[in-house]
Nanobody, 118 residues
Framework: QVHVEESGGDLVQTGESLRLSCTAS????????MNWVRQAPGKGLEWVSS???????HYADSVKGRFSISRDNAKNTLYLQLNSLKTEDTAMYYC????????????WGEGTLVTISS
């Protein structure tokens, strides 16, 4: 069955960097777009970034220029490089499998917590 699992969350200070990973199984990873979504404490879900099967990338304005999404199809792994972190980046970060052509997200991991201290 489909499974995605995030890792790499941590407590860091403003300005520092982190790399999140998401391992996937149970579907054709290399042919599937993938997404990162986050949820800050007490707030709703916020789409962060997507990467297509053609490695085209898309970013929310709030992270553009600071975050970088990538994928390693040989390892069935999705990454999110977080640079120049701000306190407002504190959130649970979720990896989500794309349903089809960015029409929705059908499988989500349990999330990895990123906490930024000032």
């Amino acid at each position: 069955q489909v499974h995605v699992e995030e890792s790499g969350g941590d407590l860091v200070q403003t300005g520092e960097s982190l790399r999140l990973s998401c391992t996937a199984s149970g579907f054709s990873f290399s042919y599937t777009a993938m997404n990162w979504v986050r949820q800050a404490p007490g707030k709703g879900l916020e789409w962060v970034s997507s990467i297509g099967s053609d490695t085209s990338t898309h970013y929310a304005d709030s992270v553009k220029g600071r975050f970088s999404i990538s994928r390693d199809n040989a390892k069935n792994t999705l990454y999110l490089q977080l640079n120049s972190l701000k306190t407002e980046d504190t959130a649970m970060y979720y990896c989500a499998k794309d349903l089809y052509a960015y029409s929705g997200m059908d499988y989500w991991g349990e999330g990895t917590l990123v906490t930024i201290s000032s």
